[in-house]
């Protein structure tokens, strides 16, 4: 043998295993892709179409494992890792890895697991990233083990099929957002491949909005499977052989053109194509088909998500998608989320309102073209719209009115199926209350008196006047500005600068007192005093809560400037908002905005109970909101006394954090329902009474200790009970530990159908209520195993010294 071939056999002998599956395009066992690390190019199919590696979500330190195109300029995911349809993020440093027993495995830096595919048959021997889009895993047969086109998310690929009862594409929430959104697509057992909006606590499917007909009644004739083929063609497979195509007509030419259809996040089911030799066009995708053709009008369901959300009106685009906009006197529920619904900025009117119902009570705002038609639950037939206004005005469930060929139709919020329709030929009136109106945003200062305003514009005008508007003025007016106004800048008081740079309004006592009719109406009774409800005028009166500050250490009026200052200078949808607050003499008051459903023990602990999934999604805004506030605001702050008296519940039962960074004010040792430290029995993290440091981690302790409390509806000492089931954190844990958690919700049907959840939170829980500090996740960990995103492992006993703290 020639020697420089041999040398050349012998080199390429030496080479890695894993540079010799690059080359081959196979991706062997031990190869590996690490989250964040630039250096490592993602596993390409043979022509470089397609890459699979780690995708940065949108203003996130996580990644998750996807798909995409890779020649299009903009990035277009076509499959992602997921967790029963939520999105498998990692933080940087995180590992995928093929191994031989299990797969693919995505771990955490620390070694955790939190997501692998499995294998169904023998070990796994390479990956290979084909020119279709689809991984696969198979062993040394070459028998496929794994494929990601049997575990589809938003998209379908050519040669890409759906099982009749079988796999389900999933939305997105948002554009951006992978968890589960609010549409699906299936083909459903009886042979309907339909479109169906879902329930997202429960992935409860709604009625469908979009269906095949292909039905048939002894499934002889059924739908058996969706197929895009390798021509571009989307069809359902009849068990008899007959296709019956979901995109009609020609397609584009599939030799030349990428092509996909996708579920978008607004429900439009869409069939797209981008040339293949071309990366322009701005990277977009040409639409070839929209399913339904009219989103706006497709959806007639009566109950389940619209593409707009509650409350939210829905136009078609030139693409055929959803444009959601809010009606007059409504706003976004979530302003970074425009198909979420929106809310009214007006307190609906309560039957239980004890005041006059006619017709000059109220404003009646016409909205162009728009409708709900679905909303509709009364129908009066007057002669003109003004019977029609004041029957809406006489009936106190009427939040909306429209007046069409004759008829009154009578509607309520929330409002569903919104659109708006230039065919529409009725007239559509939003019902208010005359000088009604709700906080939103921040408030502004105080405008000047009209004494002090005309003080002011009579000096601008004789300067004006004398100076015969020559250039001079400017220079008189920019003098007078420097030494007049700039000097009485330099004595603007604590309170006012406090005041301007949070953004409050500063109040007078007598101003609050007034407010409050005299401290008459007590709204609660909290940590560090009372709360009493009152009304200020902001262009209107307007419902506020005033809290009169009565435990807070004295002469510490330079402390409660900075920690107002804090808090005015926080904004997130799931604290309670400060309006503003007085600092005057030795008063100290807090303006909040008003919550008309009170605190959350007034819901847990009483008779009036909230079901289950009213119980989640309030869980979910009390971690949120707490990750805003250890690690998303501007300065960092620990509550120090999370409870549910400190989780307030607005008209939505959306919950809201209240008392946050007012721990620093505390007096201690002022009442037997503070510790020695800070905080409430029962909620107190154990590393108070050690003498060890405070940190965030005391707050994930007592909302562990509050998330139980939610779980069960029950507190966490419980005298009235057994003692065995009197400690809560010790009952919980004995529960999980003997597979009983059923227990903890037996009277509660919702719950216990949902157990898996159920089994995920108590898991979190006890996490959360770790003795040992360092061995509670953080809030935004939280977040994430309560969401299902990071898989939650079995937690430790939390109280392995068996302390027990009285």
């Given at each position: 043998m020639d020697s420089s071939l041999a040398c050349l056999l012998f080199s390429l002998f030496l080479l890695p295993r894993s540079l010799l599956a690059q080359n081959t395009n196979n991706i062997m066992v031990g190869s590996s892709l690490t989250a964040g690390d630039n250096k490592v190019r993602p596993w390409l199919s043979p022509s470089e179409d397609f890459a699979f590696g780690f995708h940065q979500l949108e203003k996130k330190d996580l990644y998750l494992p996807a798909i995409w195109y890779n020649k299009i300029s903009t990035k277009t995911i076509v499959w992602y890792a997921n967790i029963e349809y939520e999105p498998a993020v990692?933080?940087?440093?995180s590992k995928l890895e093929l191994t031989a027993d299990r797969g693919l495995v995505l771990t955490s830096p620390q070694g955790a697991e939190i997501w692998k595919s499995g294998i169904n048959l023998g070990e796994a021997a390479n990956g290979f990233m084909n020119d279709t889009g689809n991984f696969i895993l198979s062993n040394s047969r070459s028998e496929i083990l794994w494929e990601s086109f049997d575990y589809p998310t938003d998209t379908l690929l050519p040669g890409q099929t759906l099982?009749?009862?079988?796999?389900?594409?999933?939305?997105?929430?948002?554009?951006t957002?992978?968890?589960?959104?609010?549409?699906q697509f299936r083909l459903i057992p009886d042979g309907n491949a339909v479109l169906n909006s879902n329930n997202l606590p429960t992935g409860y499917a709604y009625a469908a909005y979009f269906f095949s007909n292909t039905v048939d009644s002894n499934l002889s004739n059924a739908g058996l499977r969706v197929v895009f083929n390798d021509s571009g063609y989307l069809y359902v497979l009849r068990a008899s052989g007959i296709r019956v195509l979901l995109t009609p007509g020609r397609v584009v030419s599939a030799a030349e053109n990428y092509q996909r259809v996708t579920l978008n996040f607004d429900g439009v089911f869409v069939q797209y194509s981008h040339p293949k030799n071309s990366t322009g066009n701005g990277g977009k995708w040409s639409v070839i088909r929209t399913m339904p053709d009219n989103i706006c009008t497709g959806i007639i369901g009566l109950e389940g998500n619209t593409p707009c959300g509650f409350n939210g009106v829905c136009r078609l685009s030139t693409d055929q998608r959803p444009i959601c906009s809010c009606p007059q006197r409504f706003s976004l529920l979530d302003p970074n989320d425009p198909h979420g619904g929106c809310r009214p900025d007006f307190y609906p009117q309560?039957?239980?309102?004890?005041?006059?119902?006619?017709?000059?009570?109220?404003?009646?705002?016409?909205l162009e073209n728009t409708d709900w038609p679905t909303s509709d639950y009364d129908r009066y037939t007057p002669s003109n719209v003004e019977e029609c206004q004041n029957a809406c005005s006489e009936d106190c469930f009427c939040n909306v009115v429209v007046f069409k060929e004759g008829n009154c139709w009578k509607k309520k919020l929330p409002l569903s199926n919104g659109r708006r329709d230039d065919d529409f030929n009725g007239k559509t009136f939003i019902k208010v209350r005359k000088g009604n109106y709700t906080i939103r945003g921040p408030p502004l200062l105080p405008s000047p008196t009209p004494s002090e305003k005309k003080?002011?514009?009579?000096?601008?005008?004789?300067?004006?006047?004398?100076?015969?508007?020559?250039?001079?003025?400017?220079?008189?007016?920019?003098?007078y500005h420097l030494f007049f106004y700039h000097k009485k800048s330099k004595r603007i008081p604590p309170v006012a600068e406090t005041a301007a740079e949070s953004n409050l309004r500063c109040f007078s006592y007598k101003e609050l007192f007034i407010a409050t009719n005299g401290f008459k109406e007590v709204a609660g009774r909290g940590s560090f005093g009372i709360v009493y409800k009152g009304e200020i005028e902001m262009a209107t009166k307007v419902p506020v809560a005033v809290k009169k500050l009565d435990r807070i250490v004295e002469e510490g009026e330079k402390e409660f400037r900075t920690e107002v200052k804090v808090i005015g200078q926080t904004h997130h949808k799931n604290l309670v908002q400060l309006v503003g607050f007085c600092d005057e003499g030795q008063h100290r008051l807090l303006v909040?905005?008003?919550?008309?459903?009170?605190?959350l023990a007034n819901f847990l602990f009483t008779k009036t109970k909230i079901n289950w999934n009213q119980r989640i999604q309030i869980a979910f805004g009390i971690a949120r909101g707490l990750v805003y506030l250890h690690e998303e605001c501007s300065t960092q702050i620990i509550h120090c006394d999370i409870k549910p008296q400190n989780i307030l519940l607005d008209d939505y039962y959306n919950a809201k954090i209240s008392d946050f960074g007012l721990a620093k004010l505390l007096v201690l040792d002022q009442s037997q329902t503070f510790t020695a430290i800070r905080g409430t029995k029962g909620y107190v993290a154990p590393e108070w009474f050690r003498n060890m440091a405070v940190t965030v981690k005391a707050d994930v302790y007592s909302f562990g200790v509050l998330l139980l409390e939610i779980i069960c509806g029950r507190k966490c000492v419980d005298t009235d009970v057994s003692a065995e089931r009197g400690l809560l954190i010790d009952w919980a844990y004995d529960c999980y530990r003997e597979g009983t958690i059923s227990a903890l919700v037996e009277d509660d049907d919702e719950a216990m159908n949902d157990m898996k959840k159920l089994?995920?939170?108590?898991?979190?829980?006890?996490?959360?209520?770790q003795?040992?500090?360092?061995?509670?996740?953080?809030?935004?960990?939280?977040?994430?195993?309560?969401?299902?995103?990071?898989?939650?492992?079995?937690?430790?006993?939390?109280?392995?010294?068996s302390t027990v703290f009285s």
């Amino acid at each position: 043998m020639d020697s420089s071939l041999a040398c050349l056999l012998f080199s390429l002998f030496l080479l890695p295993r894993s540079l010799l599956a690059q080359n081959t395009n196979n991706i062997m066992v031990g190869s590996s892709l690490t989250a964040g690390d630039n250096k490592v190019r993602p596993w390409l199919s043979p022509s470089e179409d397609f890459a699979f590696g780690f995708h940065q979500l949108e203003k996130k330190d996580l990644y998750l494992p996807a798909i995409w195109y890779n020649k299009i300029s903009t990035k277009t995911i076509v499959w992602y890792a997921n967790i029963e349809y939520e999105p498998a993020v990692a933080p940087p440093r995180s590992k995928l890895e093929l191994t031989a027993d299990r797969g693919l495995v995505l771990t955490s830096p620390q070694g955790a697991e939190i997501w692998k595919s499995g294998i169904n048959l023998g070990e796994a021997a390479n990956g290979f990233m084909n020119d279709t889009g689809n991984f696969i895993l198979s062993n040394s047969r070459s028998e496929i083990l794994w494929e990601s086109f049997d575990y589809p998310t938003d998209t379908l690929l050519p040669g890409q099929t759906l099982e009749r009862g079988g796999q389900i594409l999933s939305s997105r929430l948002t554009e951006t957002n992978f968890s589960r959104g609010r549409f699906q697509f299936r083909l459903i057992p009886d042979g309907n491949a339909v479109l169906n909006s879902n329930n997202l606590p429960t992935g409860y499917a709604y009625a469908a909005y979009f269906f095949s007909n292909t039905v048939d009644s002894n499934l002889s004739n059924a739908g058996l499977r969706v197929v895009f083929n390798d021509s571009g063609y989307l069809y359902v497979l009849r068990a008899s052989g007959i296709r019956v195509l979901l995109t009609p007509g020609r397609v584009v030419s599939a030799a030349e053109n990428y092509q996909r259809v996708t579920l978008n996040f607004d429900g439009v089911f869409v069939q797209y194509s981008h040339p293949k030799n071309s990366t322009g066009n701005g990277g977009k995708w040409s639409v070839i088909r929209t399913m339904p053709d009219n989103i706006c009008t497709g959806i007639i369901g009566l109950e389940g998500n619209t593409p707009c959300g509650f409350n939210g009106v829905c136009r078609l685009s030139t693409d055929q998608r959803p444009i959601c906009s809010c009606p007059q006197r409504f706003s976004l529920l979530d302003p970074n989320d425009p198909h979420g619904g929106c809310r009214p900025d007006f307190y609906p009117q309560f039957c239980e309102e004890n005041v006059s119902n006619s017709l000059k009570d109220f404003d009646f705002f016409e909205l162009e073209n728009t409708d709900w038609p679905t909303s509709d639950y009364d129908r009066y037939t007057p002669s003109n719209v003004e019977e029609c206004q004041n029957a809406c005005s006489e009936d106190c469930f009427c939040n909306v009115v429209v007046f069409k060929e004759g008829n009154c139709w009578k509607k309520k919020l929330p409002l569903s199926n919104g659109r708006r329709d230039d065919d529409f030929n009725g007239k559509t009136f939003i019902k208010v209350r005359k000088g009604n109106y709700t906080i939103r945003g921040p408030p502004l200062l105080p405008s000047p008196t009209p004494s002090e305003k005309k003080n002011k514009d009579s000096l601008v005008l004789v300067v004006s006047v004398l100076l015969g508007g020559s250039v001079l003025v400017n220079f008189v007016l920019s003098f007078y500005h420097l030494f007049f106004y700039h000097k009485k800048s330099k004595r603007i008081p604590p309170v006012a600068e406090t005041a301007a740079e949070s953004n409050l309004r500063c109040f007078s006592y007598k101003e609050l007192f007034i407010a409050t009719n005299g401290f008459k109406e007590v709204a609660g009774r909290g940590s560090f005093g009372i709360v009493y409800k009152g009304e200020i005028e902001m262009a209107t009166k307007v419902p506020v809560a005033v809290k009169k500050l009565d435990r807070i250490v004295e002469e510490g009026e330079k402390e409660f400037r900075t920690e107002v200052k804090v808090i005015g200078q926080t904004h997130h949808k799931n604290l309670v908002q400060l309006v503003g607050f007085c600092d005057e003499g030795q008063h100290r008051l807090l303006v909040y905005e008003f919550m008309s459903n009170g605190t959350l023990a007034n819901f847990l602990f009483t008779k009036t109970k909230i079901n289950w999934n009213q119980r989640i999604q309030i869980a979910f805004g009390i971690a949120r909101g707490l990750v805003y506030l250890h690690e998303e605001c501007s300065t960092q702050i620990i509550h120090c006394d999370i409870k549910p008296q400190n989780i307030l519940l607005d008209d939505y039962y959306n919950a809201k954090i209240s008392d946050f960074g007012l721990a620093k004010l505390l007096v201690l040792d002022q009442s037997q329902t503070f510790t020695a430290i800070r905080g409430t029995k029962g909620y107190v993290a154990p590393e108070w009474f050690r003498n060890m440091a405070v940190t965030v981690k005391a707050d994930v302790y007592s909302f562990g200790v509050l998330l139980l409390e939610i779980i069960c509806g029950r507190k966490c000492v419980d005298t009235d009970v057994s003692a065995e089931r009197g400690l809560l954190i010790d009952w919980a844990y004995d529960c999980y530990r003997e597979g009983t958690i059923s227990a903890l919700v037996e009277d509660d049907d919702e719950a216990m159908n949902d157990m898996k959840k159920l089994e995920r939170f108590v898991m979190v829980a006890i996490w959360c209520i770790q003795e040992d500090p360092a061995l509670r996740p953080t809030m935004k960990m939280v977040v994430l195993m309560l969401e299902g995103i990071v898989q939650v492992t079995a937690p430790p006993c939390p109280c392995p010294f068996s302390t027990v703290f009285s």
